[in-house]
Structure formats: structure tokens, C-alpha cells
């Protein structure tokens, strides 16, 4: 169940209690794709981690890979019936909210590291080519790196209304040209500016509760953010609330959101109930026993 870890690279910590529960109605036999794991990564340590796939006669053809980037993938084939599925986490994170390093600069092309080049280029739903000059436009002028991309997240943040409005097939461009985006078209905006402006920039997922600010009365989902590759590292930018946050966990990067969409499944099954929770707990904090008449796998 838990495990000692070492000690987390900085002195204030928090522990965030972070899951979902999926329930699918499959009508046959459907191979299913999952991005939902939190991993050991610099500043975030898993402390227990428990999942159950009910019923148990899928749980046999369940397992798990690293992708291209890192991320843990779950494979699943769904029997036909109810397929519910889920996790439940203990997670240690930094205390203190999103760092703010403004003195960042912009690193030259020719002096990026390889393994980022690929974070300069359109995908699937970054179409960073078609706002490459309205980017250079609005935002060329302005001296150094994290100050383009903090310029990038405040003119989203204030000229894009949050709501529904967009699907699965929506792309940067279109949802800035519509001016009303869910985080998923924040990331992806944000990322297509930074790659338009030659910053590599990469589309991350995870869960981000209400921890230190009023709860927004939004249900509970979960979240997507942006990074930019300054000073040498991915740095955080969320251009959806465009204010540091804390207890921030990261599930997956990749290209954007058609690299770590949370659910695919290569059939008819259909997502009927979805829960998912993110809250702070005391630092010692323990997931409860396992339920009576639940299976669970570690």
C-alpha cells in the first residue's frame, strides 16, 4: 500500500488526496486506453496509491506501459456490461504555490536541447502556424521569456470567456477565433502561442483542486495547464485561472491533448458517471481501508 520514499526537494510540503471513478457501458468487447496515473516526478511523490477495475474479469487484461513521453498508459479490454474503474492517490506536492520566475529569458533555437525541438511544431490541435502573426503582432516586442508567456496567458485569460462551447476536434486557433474556451482550449491556446513565438511548449494534464482560494462552485474535473521550456526546465502556466496555485498534480505532458486524452476507447463504450476529487489532507494522512466486497490491485 505505502512505501518510504525520500525526501521531497524542498522544506513545505502538502498532501493531496486525488482520484476518479469512471463508469462505462460497454456493449462488447472494446480495447480501452487510460492516462490517469500520477508517477514519481521531481517535486511530486506518490505516497499510496490504490485502483480497482470492477468487474474483476477484466482486470486479468489490464496493464500498464510508458509511452513516448513518460506517461503511464493503461490498456484495458472492457468485457461487455458496467465497467467501473478507478483510482484513489495520496500525493506529497510543494506547499507554496506555482513559482513566478520573471527574470526568465528566452533560450536561442540553435541552443534548445534536442528532446524539446519537437514542442516548437503544429499538432494535432496546436495549429501554431495559423495565429503565428497575430503572436509576433501582439506579443514580438516584449523582452524576455517568461514575460512573453506570462503576456500570452494574461490576454487569454482575459479575452476568452470559460465555458463549454468547444468538442473533441476544436484547435487552438478556433477557440481563440470563438473567444470562449474550457482548459483543455486554454492549454492548447497558450502552447500555440509560445510554439508560434519559437518557445518550446507542451500540454499538461493532472488535477488542480480548490486548495487555498474559495471553492468556484465548478464540479470537479480534471485539469489542464501549459508549460514552457525556460531557464532549462518546463515551467507552470495556466492561462484558465492565471493566478499560482498550489497542490498542483501532474498526470501527463505531450504534444496536446490528442498525446494524454484521459479515456480512449477503440469502440462503443459510453462514459455514464464520472467523480473526481482533489483535496488537501493532514500530512499523514492515509486512504482508508479497503472496502468490504471490493478488489482492489496495487
Known sequence: MSAPAPSLPFTEIIR???????????PFPTPMLFVVEPTERPGQRVVQSRRLVDPLRGADKLRRYNDGYGNVIWRLLAQPGALVISQDMMVDVPGAPDPQLTELPKTPIE????DTIR?????RYVDSDLLATEAWERFGHIQGG???????????????????GSNSSTTAQQAYSAGKAVCRDFAHMGVAFCRALNIPARYACGYLGDIGIPPDGTPMDFHAWFQ???GGQWRTFDARHNKPRRGRVLIATGRDAADVAFTTTFGAARLTRMTVWADQVPVDAELPEDEPGQEYWE
Not at 147 to 159: C, F, N, P, T
Request: aromatic share 14%.
Open 111 to 114: 541552443d534548445l536541447p534536442d
Open 119 to 123: 514542442f516548437l511544431l503544429p499538432s
Open 16 to 26: 493531496v488526496r486525488v482520484g476518479f471513478q469512471l463508469t462505462f457501458e460497454v
Open 228 to 230: 514552457a521550456y525556460l
Open 146 to 164: 517568461w514575460a512573453q508567456v506570462q503576456a500570452i496567458s494574461d490576454h487569454l485569460h482575459g479575452s476568452c470567456i470559460y465555458g463549454a
